[in-house]
């Protein structure tokens, strides 16, 4: 049964990774992967588990991942849902207006840099949901709506590992006192500016030309006319608002993140039927959180949440565990070791690998703000940038946007890798060898 969800596990990533020759929506084998994976191990128990383990071990373990996943679900749910609802009243005509540039690579230059630090202000997922839905306004062309998201994917990823709230990985490390907030800034800082800066400047000089913006789209114009300038204004900043409130919520309440996500939704939600409460129905149905919520791409989530079932199993299983010791008895290099890491964040989530990592290696081996720590930080953060679902970002632009997983791998994995081992070697560098 072992090596049986391995297997099944690869046949599952291969069907995402085909799915637009296979024709078969990524949620649909990514949900099958992640129940295959808990039946095969709920089969395999009494050789998987040691004689000791308590009956109910499993049923418990999968009760606990389901939990982490649903704050995951849920954070996502309500991000897409206020992004959703700013766009129907028109919000992101606030941004938009202001950008007036088609010049590809400007424009290039301007969406990463606004991703990088807003990623770091609030996290890479919600960056990443709140920048596709500010593509979708500026640019017409699938495959150039998709090569700027892919860019966004990496500024986002960059953005969340220098910043100790930036990323899941990063939060978990700074929680568990492996690094302190301001060392982490200070030190993974430049390298993230580099992961970044080196696609950007390569596509500086291989990328010509203007983009083509969409036209206006009747049904969104719609909605938008019956909203007026101080309503388009006020659900855009209370939505920003609230999207910034979320990580001041978890440090003032240490509740997880996604309460303070439901919070912002539900005072938003609560404004806009005040707002809209003397329209008739006509007017005020396609402005309701009530209509908005069913623009929400439930594929998507039940992709993440099948994709997320897969990797919790073969962590139960004690595959990544073992993965992680491979790693340290083969290299022993904490560099290699780290690369390694960040690079398999990319197929398998990187929270249970920086767990495994955590669980390793304890504070006597690498104390505190050791560089150990400082690179998992980066690596674990960037590394998943090196394919589209090797990220929370990635993920939720992949579902959104539709992008197809080969797609990405030839035009962005590349670039994506290349600024990976760039920011690398500036560490490297900056910490004296």
């Known amino acids: 049964m072992y090596f049986l969800m391995i297997l099944v596990f690869v046949i599952g990533y291969l069907m995402i990774a085909l799915e637009h020759p296979l024709k078969i929506d990524k949620a649909a084998p990514a949900i099958l992967t992640g129940v295959i994976c808990w039946t095969l191990l709920i089969i395999g128990q009494e050789v998987l588990l040691p004689s000791h383990a308590e009956e109910h071990f499993l049923e418990e373990s999968l009760l606990l991942h389901v939990g982490e996943i649903a704050e995951i679900l849920f954070f996502l749910m309500g991000a897409m849902t206020i992004v959703e609802l700013v766009d129907v009243h028109g919000g992101f005509e606030v941004v938009t207006e202001k950008i007036t540039t088609k010049n590809r690579v400007r424009l290039l230059w301007i969406l990463c840099i606004t991703t990088f630090f807003f990623s770091a202000i609030l996290d890479n997922l919600t960056t990443s949901i709140v920048m596709a839905a500010l593509l979708r306004k500026l640019i017409a062309k699938k495959e150039e709506l998709w090569f700027f998201a892919g860019m966004i994917v990496i500024a986002a990823n960059a953005g969340g590992a220098w910043s100790p709230i930036g990323d899941v990985t990063t939060i978990m490390l700074w929680i568990g006192g492996q690094v302190t907030a301001a060392n982490i800034v200070v030190k993974v800082f430049l390298p993230s500016v580099v992961c970044l800066l080196t696609p950007l400047l390569i596509l500086s000089f291989t990328t010509r030309g203007e983009i083509e913006s969409p036209a206006s789209e009747d049904s969104e114009a719609g909605h938008t006319n019956k909203v007026s300038g101080f309503e388009k204004k006020l659900i855009f900043w209370m939505g920003v608002g609230g999207l910034l409130f979320v990580p001041v919520f978890k440090n003032l309440t240490h509740l997880p993140p996604f309460m303070g996500m439901l919070l912002s939704l539900g005072v938003l939600w609560v404004t806009t039927e005040l707002l809209h409460r003397n329209k008739t129905e006509v007017h005020k149905d396609g402005l309701s959180v009530g209509h908005v919520i069913r623009k929400i791409d439930t594929p998507s989530v039940l992709f993440f949440l099948g994709i997320l079932l897969a ?123």
């Not at 890491?341 to 990319?346: A, F």
């Open 311 to 433: 990797v919790a199993s073969l962590q139960t299983a004690g595959h990544l565990e073992q993965l992680a010791t491979l790693l340290e008895e083969t290299f022993g290099n904490i560099y290699v070791i780290n690369i390694l890491i960040g690079l398999l964040s990319s197929i398998v989530d990187n929270v249970p690998l920086v767990a495994g990592a955590m669980g390793m290696y304890p504070m006597s081996v690498y104390p505190q703000d050791h560089i150990f720590w400082e690179l998992l930080a980066y690596c674990a953060g960037t590394g998943g940038s090196a394919l589209i679902i090797g990220s929370a970002a990635g993920v939720a632009i992949m579902g959104i946007l539709r992008i197809d997983f080969l797609w990405y791998m030839k035009k962005i994995s590349w670039l994506a890798v290349i600024g990976y081992f760039a920011g690398v070697a500036v560490y490297w560098l900056s910490s004296g060898f």
